[in-house]
């Protein structure tokens, strides 16, 4: 084995490609630095070794037997020609590089000499940048907004996947048409080409905003909120116009429907607190007399043994004057809070506020397995009311005739309730809700409003009570009336909105 | 060992309803301490100390149902009465299925307060003298050999030593001696009291 001159190896060293020389039997013999830089094997380390070890795949797997059959005057299908080649790193990172083979003449047994051009680089440069290309438009058809770019007259250049499928349109049918005409709904034209002028005239980079409805292929009209810049391609004078546009129709949409549940909610939630307020008012109340009647019961037993310690029942006597009047302050708070200090008495229509909670109210039919009746009179004369408190009223008395009828077996009686709106001769508005249960007997009729009394196990006694104060504070009377065949009906009647005072 | 003497805990949050029962409790007579949350009795809850609670259901942080729970996790077995500033139904009939001793509507008559608490005391006496008892017999049982083991179980059957000796294959002689060792250890007068004995740790 001969290892090339000193000459060679100096030549070898300034050549900017790798150089690898390898013997009769494919081990390397020279190994220049570049060759060091693209294998990562030092020359020493390289030396000697077989060269496959620097293939890949079959080239490395074949080397040492084609090696052999071209020696043994076989032909070659390498030498004298460039090709690429997949190669493998030190670190086992593989990558390509072009690569030419010849035999060095006059070596006997034959040596070989292969130039390596990294090319990977170049490639991945090439790559890189027809990449981008492609990012670019992918980021123009995956943004989230439409894109659309104009001419100074107008005329549209550019259209992205996403203005494409929001209009409905093909691409081809877009490019080269008057975005206006064409696009935009018609009554919102003028709209959309004064905001075009303005930009066109106002020599600023500042994008601004404008919104109107676009017109799609079916004929279907979306509400699009836009952004417009001016582009000047490096000149004062605009040359077009870029706009992004985002389709808010659904969100539009979403939004009002968020708007009413929310609104919806906040009623419950306001019906809700009727119950629970009672049961709070009830519970905040029961501690301060708790603590007086034991104190009071405590002093009396204190008094009665032989040598009464007195410091302790003054104590306790004072403790019980502090209770009784906590008791009293919370009384007070119940008042203000039942006297509704945001009251918003507006127009309403009786009939369309009962309507509105008659899912609710149902939900109280479907739990006693009842059935709610709407019996609602028109066309009846708007009334002035806060509509969320009329609509507690309905709440607690509907919810009310259930329980009634809940108390016994209804065999044969219709277990149902009835709501029922009619016009008074006066021309005023009644609303009633009655049942079929056991009715009220004499002297629980005179009680019934009072506040705390209840004929229910777990009745707090206050839902009347507060209902009648409500209905009062809208000058009208909560009444009750025998029902007919049987039953109960709770009634009031509401002054209906007089023509003038509108 | 002998008792501690009986305690009340009053568990409730507002001090004016916490501080009149103790009073109340003390005008009786009965021995009373308060805490003024869940958390704070349970961190200084000794159940060896023999007594009652008397609990509010509605408390922040932890409830009073919430600590009935707690304490029978822990296998406490002091009996609860339970106080609501509030009739709540569903939440008494939780509690008594929970094993409260009993349920009462604040405001109460005192009488009505103090009848219970009495009941309750009783019942927690009754309870801690039946595990005192069963933990002395089973100490008893732990003395005895298998074989004074096996006596025992059926001559407690109501078997005659005759039989037994046939079950187990030994001698009549044996099975009076093995007899009279489990008497003694048992600390049994009679077959009747080591009857009784087994029932008592049975149940």
Known sequence: ?502 | MKDLPSTVFVVDDDDAVRNSLKLLLKSAGIAAESAASAQEFLSTYDSSQPGCLVLDVRMPGMSGLEMQHELNVRGAIIPVIFISGHGDIPMAVEAMQHGAFDFLQKPFRDQDLLDRVQRALARDAENRTRLRLTDRIRERLSTLSPREREVLQLVTQGKANKMVAGDLGVSQRTVEIHRAHVMQKMEAGSLAELVRMMMTVAQ
């Not at chain 1, 003449?105 to 051009?117: A, K, R, S, V």
């Not at chain 1, 509400?223 to 000047?232: D, E, I």
């Open chain 1, 1 to 502: 084995m001969s290892t090339p001159s000193a000459d060679v190896l100096a030549v070898l060293e300034a050549t900017f490609d790798a150089v690898v020389i390898m013997d009769d039997r494919g081990r390397i013999l020279a190994f220049n630095r570049s060759a060091e830089e693209m294998f990562g094997y030092r020359t020493a380390d390289a030396l000697g070794r077989n060269v496959s070890m620097l293939m890949t795949g079959v080239d490395r797997a074949t080397h040492d037997d084609n090696l052999k059959r071209y020696l043994g005057g076989g032909e070659s299908r390498v030498l004298g020609k460039g090709r690429d080649v997949m190669v493998r790193h030190r670190d086992g990172s593989e990558f390509s590089v072009f690569l030419s083979v010849g035999r060095i003449p006059n070596t006997e047994p034959p040596q070989f000499i292969g130039f390596l051009h990294d090319t990977s680089l170049r490639r991945r440069a090439l790559a890189t940048l027809q990449h981008e290309r492609e990012l670019n438009r992918l980021y123009l058809d995956l943004a989230q907004v439409m894109l659309v770019a104009t001419d100074r007259a107008g005329v549209i250049q550019l259209v992205n996947q996403r203005a494409i499928r929001v209009l409905g349109r093909q691409e081809a049918d877009l490019i080269g048409q008057p975005w206006a005409d064409c696009c935009v709904a018609p009554h919102d034209r003028p709209l959309a080409r004064a905001a075009y002028r303005a930009l066109l005239m106002s020599g600023s980079d500042e994008p601004q905003s404008c919104e109107y409805h676009v017109r799609t292929f079916d004929g279907d009209e979306r509400f699009v909120t836009w952004r417009g810049v001016a582009l000047r391609d490096g000149g004062e004078t605009p040359t077009g116009i870029l706009l992004s546009g985002e389709d808010i129709t659904d969100q539009r949409r979403a939004e009002g429907e968020a708007h009413k549940a929310m609104e919806r909610m906040n009623s419950v939630a306001r019906l809700a607190t009727m119950g629970e307020m009672a049961a709070g008012i009830s519970h905040e109340l029961n501690q301060p007399l708790a603590a007086i009647a034991n104190y009071a019961q405590a002093c009396a037993r204190l008094l009665r043994t032989p040598a009464a310690d007195l410091p302790e029942v003054t104590g306790a006597l004072d403790q019980i004057s502090s209770q009784a009047l906590r008791a009293g302050e919370i009384i007070r708070r119940i008042r203000s809070l039942v006297r509704n200090e945001d009251v918003r008495r507006e127009r309403h229509d009786i009939n369309g506020l009962i309507r509105e909670v008659h899912a609710l109210l149902a939900t109280d039919a479907r739990v006693h397995d009842g059935r709610l009746i709407l019996d609602l009179g028109e066309p009846l004369p708007p009334v002035t009311v806060d509509g969320v408190q009329i609509q507690q009223v309905m709440m607690n008395l509907v919810h009310n005739a259930f329980e009634a009828q809940g108390l016994e077996p209804h065999d044969g009686v219709p277990f149902e309730v009835r709501i029922a709106t009619t016009l008074t001769e006066t021309g005023d508005v009644e609303v009633s809700v009655s049942d079929f249960g056991p009715g009220l007997e004499g002297d629980v009729e005179q009680k019934i409003f009072e506040p705390f009394f209840t004929t229910k196990a777990t009745g707090t006694g206050l839902g009347l009570a507060i209902s009648r104060s409500i209905i009062k504070a809208h000058d009208a009377r909560l009444g009750y009336r025998a029902n007919q065949p049987r039953g109960a009906c709770f009634f009031f009647v509401l002054p209906a909105l007089q023509e003038a005072s509108r």
